[in-house]
Structure formats: structure tokens, C-alpha cells
């Protein structure tokens, strides 16, 4: 699992073998409620709270904590069924849509409070702005508990297409509908973005139970899949102590395995996440994921050399994986030996045509370019890599010593000079940004 620099308020997770099995198990419910599965992305981001949701068109943001408080796999595929319809059924738009009916409900209650207050009615005046702010927002809450209860029956009926039982869906709102009475500082976000009632539910429930598919247990290869990867995300989050309570040494099997390699890794007991990636290895010898995992023991151990061979094994076994190619990259790049940079340089080019949003490879790919002499490539891949990232200031100047370096109009020049304009326009937000925060700390401080 890599951690690159944040782009949203919580890190982005990115695994191989998680964006691997989102696509494999999301893919046909996208497909079911008639979008196109390749337009609709997917994001991991580590944060302990149990939440989803979609943001900037079909971009799915997942919580880790709602993956792991997942039981199995068809209560995961519930909630990305119910994610997908907010994407199929438009609500994005149309939320905004209610927040101006909302909106101009609060201005017109403001506007009549206020000519009451200068008729000399003060206690009237309060009371239609109070009256007028709780119907606002009981317009909006009403709107969004309607787009809430048509996302369940649309996902309900995504599942149903695919085969399953949505009965997934109803255990993990189960699950959450407590703590809609508790106070909104401990309440999880899902409850509120997502407001639950006991009604909502039971039309879910005469819905799923109409199912052909109701009373199906999980699709075997799926939850086996999910169980491994909620065990793996377990073991790269938690503390070593916790993961080894949960999953103790003389639990044998592949999740338990799995679980103990990162808890072992994370508390430098090398030799012994060595042993189970090993043992991992011998269960499953052609899963690319498992020499990818021993790879990175052996590199994270000083092991370089004997890492490159375990690695190159992984690229073999999932050559379309551009996460599993940039661990080999960076692990020949990071031996600075000129025809080990040679070599990497293919291997990190085609990972970042594949991923352009993968920083890492790009960060790698500038110090190969680098070291070979090829400085305007250097410039050009760190220019990429700072924009994946969100960097809009660094990203300027790699791009402009870029359009500096390479002849104009070439394809190389062109790329440098959009990521210039982009990020210019970028970096000057930012920049008159960050100066209104600093007037309004001044300001603040001013009064004080």
C-alpha cells in the first residue's frame, strides 16, 4: 500500500490489489444502473469513520473504517449500490437545486424578521427568522432523505440485476440506525450525510425481500477476495499488538497470514513478516500480490538486490498493475546503477502512462531521467509528479524549466506548457487564498 501526499482533506490509500477488486465487484453494478464502468473512478482514503460518498461527477470516496466495520462483502457492495444511483440518478445536481429552494425559503424569512424588528416587534422578528431558518433546513433534510430512500431502491435493483441480495445493505444501515440518537460530534458521517429513519428502511426491506436473489449468501470468490483485503487493511492500519489479538499466529489461514505480514513489517520484525509472505507465496505461488508483498519486506529490509527478482516476478504475473511496476522501478532506481536506471526507465514510463495520477512513479522516473542526463525529461516528470499531487506552486517552475528545455512544439513542450497554464491559474487561487486568511487572522487579531 503506498500513501502518497494528500489531495483531499485524508491521505489516499492505493493498493494494487484493492483498486484490483473495486473494479472486479463495482464494475457490474455500475454497469447495471447504465453507466460506463471505466468513467466512474473509485478512491480509498484513510480515515478511521464509516463513510462514503460521491463528489466532483462519478468519483466514489470510501472510508477505511467502512470497509473494515463491513461483515462481508454483499454489506460493502450495499453501500457502493446506494453510492452508485447518486452518481445514475443525478442527485449531485439536483442538490443543488435544493439548496437554492432552501436557500431562498432562509432569505425570504430573514427579509420578513427584519422589517418586523423596525416595526418595533423584536420578539415577532426573531421568531419568523427562527421559524424561517428550521423550515429551510427542513426542506433540505426532507429533499435529502428523498434522494436517500430512491438511492436504496435503485441499489436494491442494481444488485438484483447482478444477481445478489441486497440484504447486504440492510444489515450495515442496521448497523448505523443507533446512532442517529446520539449527539452529532460522535455520530458517524455516513449518518449525516445519510439520515436514516425507520421507514426508510422498511420500504428497503419489502423491496430486497422481493428479490429472487433474497437469502443468497455472498458470491464465494468475492467475499474470500474482500475478507483477504479487509485482513491486509487491517494489518497496514492498526497497531502490530492489535492486529496480532485479532489474528494470533496460531490462526494458519491466508486472511490471518496476510494480516500478521504488514502487522509483523510495520513493528520491523522482518524475519517474521518474511516467513509468512513465504508462507503466503507457497499457498498461492502465481498471485502477483503475495511477491509483491514479499518484495517490499525485502526492499524495506535493505535487500535490495534480492528484492528485484521477487518484484520483476509480480510485473510478470500482473503486467497491467502500473502500482506493482513502480515498486520494481523504484527499487532499481534506488541502487543509482546506470543500467539498472537504464532498464527502469521503460518500466516507470509505461506505469505512468497507464497511471498519471501516480506521483510516486513520476518522482522515480525524474531521478532516472536525472541521473542519465536527461535533464528536460527530469523537469518535464517532475512538473507530472508535483501536479498529480496537488502542488500547484512546485509544479510551475519544474513545467517552466520545461518549456525552457525542450524545442517548441514537440509533444513534450506541449505537455510542459498545459501544465504551466493549468497550474499557474491554480497556484494564483491559492496564493490570493491564503492571503485573505491571513487579513482575516489579522483582522481577528486586531479585535482582540
Known amino acids: 500500500m503506498l500513501l502518497p501526499a494528500p489531495a483531499w482533506a485524508q491521505s489516499i490509500l492505493r493498493d494494487a490489489e484493492t483498486e484490483a477488486f473495486f473494479r472486479a465487484s463495482s464494475d457490474p453494478i455500475f454497469a447495471a444502473a447504465g453507466l460506463t464502468p471505466q468513467s466512474v473512478h473509485m478512491?480509498?482514503?484513510?480515515?478511521?469513520?464509516?463513510?462514503?460518498?460521491?463528489?466532483?461527477?462519478?468519483?466514489?470516496?470510501?472510508?477505511?473504517?467502512?470497509?473494515?466495520?463491513?461483515?462481508?462483502?454483499?454489506?460493502?457492495?450495499?453501500?457502493?449500490?446506494?453510492?452508485?444511483?447518486?452518481?445514475?440518478?443525478?442527485?449531485?445536481?439536483?442538490?443543488?437545486?435544493?439548496?437554492?429552494?432552501?436557500?431562498?425559503?432562509?432569505?425570504?424569512?430573514?427579509?420578513?424578521?427584519?422589517?418586523?424588528?423596525?416595526?418595533?416587534?423584536?420578539?415577532?422578528?426573531?421568531?419568523?427568522?427562527?421559524?424561517?431558518?428550521?423550515?429551510?433546513?427542513?426542506?433540505?433534510?426532507?429533499?435529502?432523505?428523498?434522494?436517500?430512500?430512491?438511492?436504496?431502491?435503485?441499489?436494491?435493483?442494481?444488485?438484483?440485476?447482478?444477481?445478489?441480495?441486497?440484504?447486504?445493505?440492510?444489515?450495515?444501515?442496521?448497523?448505523?440506525?443507533?446512532?442517529?440518537?446520539?449527539?452529532?460530534?460522535?455520530?458517524?458521517?455516513?449518518?449525516?450525510?445519510?439520515?436514516?429513519?425507520?421507514?426508510?428502511?422498511?420500504?428497503?426491506?419489502?423491496?430486497?425481500?422481493?428479490?429472487?436473489?433474497?437469502?443468497n449468501k455472498p458470491n464465494p470468490t468475492l467475499e474470500e477476495q474482500f475478507q483477504r483485503l479487509k485482513a491486509k487493511l487491517l494489518g497496514y492500519l492498526y497497531e502490530p499488538r492489535r492486529t496480532l489479538r485479532l489474528y494470533p499466529p496460531s490462526d494458519t489461514s491466508l486472511a490471518a497470514r496476510y494480516a500478521r505480514v504488514y502487522a509483523y513489517n510495520k513493528a520491523l520484525e522482518w524475519d517474521l513478516a518474511l516467513e509468512e509472505a513465504k508462507a503466503l507465496v507457497a499457498m498461492e505461488p502465481e498471485n502477483p500480490y503475495f511477491h509483491e508483498i514479499m518484495g517490499q519486506i525485502l526492499f524495506e529490509n535493505g535487500r535490495v538486490k534480492d528484492s528485484l527478482p521477487v518484484f520483476q516476478k509480480a510485473v510478470d504475473l500482473a503486467p497491467d498493475q502500473p502500482l506493482i511496476s513502480t515498486a520494481l522501478g523504484q527499487a532499481m532506481v534506488s541502487l543509482e546503477d546506470k543500467a539498472l536506471m537504464e532498464k527502469a526507465i521503460p518500466i516507470l514510463e509505461d506505469a505512468t502512462r497507464r497511471d498519471r495520477g501516480n506521483s510516486f512513479a513520476w518522482f522515480n522516473l525524474a531521478k532516472a531521467y536525472s541521473w542519465m542526463g536527461r535533464e528536460a525529461e527530469a523537469s518535464l516528470a517532475t512538473a507530472e509528479r508535483f501536479y498529480s499531487a496537488g502542488n500547484p506552486i512546485q509544479a510551475v517552475m519544474h513545467a517552466q524549466r520545461a518549456v525552457d528545455s525542450f524545442k517548441a512544439g514537440t509533444p513534450e513542450w506541449l505537455r510542459a506548457q498545459d501544465i504551466l497554464y493549468v497550474s499557474q491559474e491554480a497556484a494564483e487561487k491559492f496564493q490570493k487564498q491564503q492571503r485573505r486568511q491571513q487579513r482575516r487572522r489579522l483582522t481577528f487579531d486586531n479585535q482582540e
Open 43 to 215: 478512491y480509498l482514503l484513510h480515515a478511521n469513520s464509516i463513510n462514503a460518498f460521491v463528489t466532483g461527477g462519478q468519483n466514489i470516496f470510501i472510508h477505511s473504517g467502512l470497509l473494515l466495520e463491513s461483515d462481508d462483502v454483499n454489506e460493502f457492495l450495499g453501500v457502493i449500490a446506494h453510492e452508485t444511483c447518486h452518481i445514475a440518478c443525478g442527485h449531485r445536481l439536483r442538490t443543488g437545486e435544493a439548496y437554492a429552494s432552501a436557500g431562498a425559503t432562509s432569505v425570504l424569512s430573514m427579509v420578513l424578521g427584519a422589517a418586523a424588528i423596525l416595526a418595533g416587534g423584536t420578539d415577532a422578528g426573531m421568531g419568523i427568522m427562527m421559524a424561517g431558518q428550521s423550515m429551510a433546513q427542513g426542506q433540505f433534510l426532507a429533499y435529502s432523505r428523498g434522494q436517500e430512500s430512491e438511492a436504496d431502491l435503485a441499489g436494491a435493483r442494481y444488485l438484483e440485476t447482478v444477481g445478489m441480495s441486497g440484504e447486504g445493505m440492510i444489515r450495515f444501515f442496521d448497523k448505523l440506525r443507533d446512532q442517529e440518537i446520539l449527539a452529532q460530534v460522535r455520530q458517524d458521517p455516513y449518518i449525516r450525510t445519510h439520515p436514516l429513519n425507520r421507514t426508510r428502511i422498511l420500504q428497503l426491506q419489502e423491496a430486497v425481500e422481493r428479490s429472487p436473489y433474497y437469502g
